[in-house]
């Protein structure tokens, strides 16, 4: 019988947040991909270094890629450095990929990922979203409702 997922992922060393994306998308589903590194940039990774700001997933035959994430070069890496911005291939399984196309296609979703980090094991995790763009009318709206959350806030602890 298989192990049930954890609610929360288990996050020990956090790299890079893509904090933007909470306020640009709906998030629908969040899932868990492990990623494809090289050496140097694992080693990158680990110093702290990374961007996911602007990046994406995509899915193409079938396979899922990262596109458009910024791992610098190590500086140690010599001649066996990486180039910074390439793609990374996600690992995820068959039934999420296939998810992922249907979602993509159909519904006009999008995959967008919310962090890498490290785990308990030292493995490199993306946290990847399946979610839907705002319109103008709605980030006002989050911006307004967020407003009022610290207005109401502010004065439950004047008054309360």
């Given at each position: ?126 946290e990847l979203a399946l979610a839907k ?28």
């Amino acid at each position: 019988m298989a192990r049930p997922t954890p609610a929360q992922f288990d996050k020990k060393k956090i790299v890079a947040e893509n904090r933007r994306a909470r306020f640009d998308y709906y998030i629908d589903e969040v899932f868990e991909a492990g990623i494809a590194l090289t050496g140097t940039e694992v080693k990158s990774l680990r110093f702290g270094e990374g961007s996911i700001a602007e990046s994406y997933a995509e899915v193409k035959n079938g396979e899922v890629w990262l596109v458009n994430s910024n791992v610098p070069e190590f500086s140690h890496g010599n001649r066996f450095n990486h180039e910074p911005k390439r793609l990374r291939k996600l690992l995820l399984k068959e039934r999420e990929i296939n998810k992922f196309v249907g979602a993509t296609e159909r519904k006009g979703m999008t995959l967008v990922p919310l962090s890498i980090y490290f785990n308990s094991r030292g493995r490199a995790k993306v946290e990847l979203a399946l979610a839907k763009g705002k319109n103008a009318a709605d980030k006002r709206a989050t911006v307004k409702e967020r407003d009022w959350k610290r207005e109401q806030g502010r004065l439950m602890r004047e008054h309360g």
